[in-house]
């Protein structure tokens, strides 16, 4: 006989994560004692092991800090892979779309949106950001 368990406390942020993501919303941890913004999900703030993160809005900009091309076998097409400084602070692995992978650049500004990845999941991916979109 299987009972069914809670999962691990350390497993319920990044599944409350990818719950905001499935309603279409780029949500980020927040510290209320010391305003520290937390990425990827986890049950204390990595500096200052602060326990009391709740969830909040991302602004949703950022700027490419580093990004390289993964070039792969035809008939696939090459992309882009980047590491966004969130303006929050944090930093994400993700992806700028609408752009050659080439023409990604370090200090790119961008604006994350929720997509849905070739298994139909939803990912935060980055758009480059226009003047008036920012």
Do not use: I
């Not at 700027?63 to 944090?90: D, F, H, I, K, W």
């Amino acid at each position: 006989m299987t009972t069914a368990t809670k999962p691990p406390a350390e497993l319920q942020p990044q599944q409350e994560y990818f719950a905001h993501l499935a309603q279409g919303r780029f949500m980020l941890q927040r510290s209320r004692s010391t305003g520290e913004y937390v990425f990827y999900p986890r049950v204390a703030a990595p500096r200052s092991g602060a326990r009391d993160l709740e969830w909040v809005a991302a602004s949703g900009r950022g700027t490419v800090y580093a990004t390289t091309v993964m070039r792969v076998r035809p008939p696939a097409s090459p992309y882009n892979v980047c590491l966004v400084q969130l303006e929050e602070g944090p930093r994400m692995m993700s992806r700028v779309e609408g752009l050659a992978p080439e023409a990604v650049a370090v200090g790119l500004p961008v604006r994350a949106r929720v997509a849905l990845d070739e298994d139909q999941q939803p990912v935060v991916v980055f758009d480059p950001a226009t003047q008036e979109g920012q």
